[in-house]
């Protein structure tokens, strides 16, 4: 009886090993299946991309240092070109600009009183000095003639005689110096002082433009249509021109653009006005429409991190650019996950 247990246990042994022989054969011999890819993985190049608007950001600082006497404007305002944005405190500029107005007023009078000559008063008052040095030297001449005629009679000393020819002479000189006068009164502007007046106006002239020029510093204009992204500054803060950080930054978002890193393997296959879209986990399975319009020339290091687990942080990109079709409405900045029309060509 004991023997035909064993011998049972055996035969039931050799069967369980029997079977899993088998079944190691047929998991050797058996060909693997692999899942196949999902249908959007293989018609569409995924990338990561980050919303900017179609301006890209345009940062906007101070040309000058000094304190902003005001900050008009604040994050999500809408803002027109030309509009100012922020103003330093400026009346030292402004002082500058009426100094160098006064002073081009004063330059421009003095070159118009050369080119106008004298006034009719000067002229009328130097020529009666010319007809009274001529009445003086008229009676001179007589009293020297009659002191002559004396002298050769006798009558007069040589002493009484020499001063009526001084006096004589005295008015001849006289005579002479009022005609100069009268002459210089009369005369039109030389070349050489009209020439040195003009420039005189012209240095003036440069002046004040200089002094305006510095005061528009002072106030900050919007150079763009569009919206403000960020305000980094606010009123009563001091600014330096060669600081990196501006007053505040703006974008045209009237369109909207992406910029993509399309990875290195799948850069054979963009192409400029490929069909895109993007997603944003925020929108859920939204979809916002576009195409690629630009298309980057160099591999380059990673612009946009997604801080998923499985990112790799060497992979070289592709910068590339989608264009949102237009009335598609996202927050500049937002990180969205980017689907490009993969090309035909294998």
Known sequence: MQSRYVIICGTALMAVTAGVLRSRHTLDTAPVTVAAAPVEARTTIVAPGRVEPSSEEVRIGSELDGKLRIVNVDEGDH????????????ADYTARVELAKANLAERQAALERLLNGSRAE??????????????????????????????????????????????????QARLEAANEHFRLI?????PDDRMRAEAEVQAAQAERSNAEALLEKTIVRSPIDGVVLRRYRKTGESVIAKDETPIVSLGSTGRLRVRVDV???DVDHLRVGQTAWVRADAYGDRRFAGRVVRIGQELGPKNVQTDRATEKKDTKILETLLELDPGQTLPVGLRVDCYIQRDARP
């Open 186 to 190: 009369d005369a039109g502007a030389r």
């Open 79 to 90: 803002v027109a070109r030309g509009q100012v944005i922020a103003v330093l405190e400026n």
């Open 263 to 265: 990875d290195e393997t």
């Open 122 to 171: 000067e002229r009328r008052e130097a020529a009666a000095a010319v007809r009274e040095a001529g009445a003086v030297l008229d009676s001179a001449t007589a009293e020297w003639d009659r002191r002559k005629t004396l002298l050769s009679q006798g009558a007069i000393s040589k002493t009484e005689f020499d001063s009526a020819e001084r006096e004589y002479r005295v008015a």
